[in-house]
């Protein structure tokens, strides 16, 4: 009915055209929920990783990982959750809250660079910055300078023992220029922080990476949003579950 008579003067209303409200999603809320559920799922994940060295026979050893990055403050709580992760994934982590306390040495401490497994850099403007400027902090530039000499000498230090870890910005501002040519981890997105995350621990434990096992445990950590490392809009992505590889983008939300 589109009409009503007024109970007044016994004239004709024209009523107007309903709106219909469409429903919006809350994505901030969700994402948050999301990023909550992923922490659980890489908690039992975690779990699964030891469960899968026991079983194939790899013996106890827990990787020694040096991590570099440019001590500044807006990154801090980032890598204090990282390497706290990392821990939990039985790695072994060499890290200078922990090991470089007020009254210890600091270059005894950066020279545990050449005795660890790994070194694992966290790159940012910066780190790059910090590097080619030894005035702005001379120990991040120290740092970098020992591990270039690590990658100068594969056949002492090891080969492929130099990680990166892209935290902010692209490799050519935030990496020095000889580890450009490296493959590098992208932490760069939060959603997919525990995804990236999975891959990196299996690699550190030298478990291979052709693995069914792994594939299970990334589509256990798969973010069903995703905001671009560019800052563009969030999307939502819908995971297609039958071979467990494939994936396919559903929506935008702005």
């Given at each position: 009915?589109k009409?009503?008579?007024?109970n007044?003067?016994?004239?004709?209303?024209?009523?107007?055209?309903?709106?219909?409200?469409a429903?919006?999603?809350?994505?901030?809320?969700?994402?948050?929920?999301?990023?909550?559920?992923?922490?659980?799922?890489?908690?039992?994940?975690?779990?699964?990783?030891?469960?899968?060295?026991?079983?194939?026979?790899?013996?106890?050893?827990?990787?020694?990982c040096?991590?570099?990055?440019?001590?500044d403050?807006?990154?801090?709580?980032?890598v204090?959750?990282?390497?706290?992760?990392?821990?939990?994934?039985?790695?072994?982590?060499?890290?200078?809250?922990?090991?470089?306390?007020?009254?210890?040495?600091?270059?005894?401490?950066?020279?545990?660079?050449?005795?660890?497994?790994?070194?694992?850099?966290?790159?940012?403007?910066?780190?790059?910055?910090?590097?080619?400027?030894?005035?702005?902090?001379?120990?991040?530039?120290?740092?970098?300078?020992?591990?270039?000499?690590?990658?100068?000498?594969?056949?002492?230090?090891?080969?492929?023992?130099?990680?990166?870890?892209?935290?902010?910005?692209?490799?050519?501002?935030?990496?020095?220029?000889?580890?450009?040519?490296?493959?590098?981890?992208?932490?760069?997105?939060?959603?997919?922080?525990?995804?990236?995350?999975?891959?990196?621990?299996?690699?550190?434990?030298?478990?291979?990476?052709?693995?069914?096992?792994?594939?299970?445990?990334?589509?256990?950590?798969?973010?069903?949003?995703?905001?671009?490392?560019?800052?563009?809009?969030?999307?939502?992505?819908?995971?297609?579950?039958?071979?467990?590889?494939?994936?396919?983008?559903?929506?935008?939300?702005?």
């Open positions: 009915k009409f009503c008579y007024c007044g003067c016994g004239g004709t209303v024209i009523l107007a055209e309903k709106e219909i409200l429903f919006k999603p809350d994505l901030k809320f969700e994402m948050q929920s999301e990023i909550v559920e992923l922490r659980k799922q890489f908690e039992l994940a975690l779990f699964k990783i030891q469960a899968f060295l026991r079983d194939n026979n790899h013996k106890e050893h827990s990787p020694k040096f991590i570099s990055y440019a001590w403050k807006a990154y801090d709580s980032w204090t959750k990282f390497v706290g992760d990392l821990t939990k994934a039985g790695i072994d982590v060499v890290y200078d809250r922990w090991h470089n306390p007020g009254g210890t040495s600091i270059s005894a401490f950066i020279d545990r660079i050449f005795a660890t497994e790994f070194d694992i850099v966290i790159g940012t403007p910066a780190l790059r910055t910090k590097y080619e400027d030894p005035m702005a902090n001379a120990v991040v530039a120290a740092e970098q300078r020992l591990i270039n000499t690590r990658l100068r000498q594969p056949a002492r230090y090891g080969k492929d023992t130099v990680i990166p870890v892209l935290l902010d910005g692209d490799a050519a501002i935030s990496f020095t220029p000889m580890m450009q040519d490296l493959v590098y981890y992208d932490f760069r997105v939060e959603e997919n922080y525990f995804y990236t995350l999975i891959q990196l621990i299996w690699g550190l434990h030298g478990l291979p990476f052709d693995s069914t096992a792994l594939t299970e445990l990334l589509n256990s950590v798969k973010p069903k949003f995703i905001k671009p490392a560019n800052g563009g809009a969030s999307i939502y992505v819908k995971w297609k579950r039958k071979d467990k590889t494939d994936d396919d983008t559903e929506g935008v939300f702005p």
